[in-house]
């Protein structure tokens, strides 16, 4: 199945994530930054990457790989291009983790923001037993408003993501990760413009 991911251009998710009303992009970086050095790891898996937000923070003399993986080409290519002095440590996967015949390398922490929005519950278990982490991090998006994307300008570039968007519930989440033996150990708060917040949380096995 074709992913509405795949159509979205990278300078209308950045210019709209990136807004002074929505301004996620640069909170996603902050709560990145915090995710790579909270555990002793030292590889790191990224679901859902886009251009490589956050990758400003990784230290190559601490990490021995991080690996981006998204669905969308343009957005990996991009990212590659953007970091390019960590070429010896991070690698890029392009792949729909919807597919059934999934295959991904193991990583000892995985992290998830905004991306379980669009594989749903079932999917992200799916994944976890794939790459075998010991920790998780995931960012969901907790609106008190009414729309998962807020009103601007590039609004109409996402139309087509409301075929694959699932409303997040933290409840939910954290009970499907119980399930599959993964308990919680932090959980932060983050508040946004437009009557939205950020919720992560971080699970151990
Ligand atoms: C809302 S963005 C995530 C934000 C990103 N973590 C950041 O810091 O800006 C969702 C990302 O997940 C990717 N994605 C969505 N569904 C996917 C799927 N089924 N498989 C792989 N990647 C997917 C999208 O292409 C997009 O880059």
Partial sequence: MHNPWEDIDLNDYEGHMSLD???????????????FYSYDVRNIMILGIAGGNGLEHIDKNRFTKVYGVDVNRQFLQESRERYCHLEDVYETICTDLLRDELQLPT????????LVEYIGYQCFQKVVKLVGPRYISCTIQINTGESFVSDSPYLHAFDNLEQVHHQMEEQA???????????????????????????????VK
């Fill in 107 to 114: 990583s000892e922490l995985l992290i998830a923001n905004l």
């Fill in 21 to 35: 009303s929505v301004y996620q992009l640069q909170v996603l970086s902050q709560i990145m930054k915090e995710q």
């Fill in 173 to 203: 989440l954290v009970e499907s990760m119980l399930e599959i033996g993964f308990g919680v150990i932090k959980r932060t708060e983050t508040r946004l413009p437009n009557e939205k917040k950020f919720v992560t949380i971080d699970f």
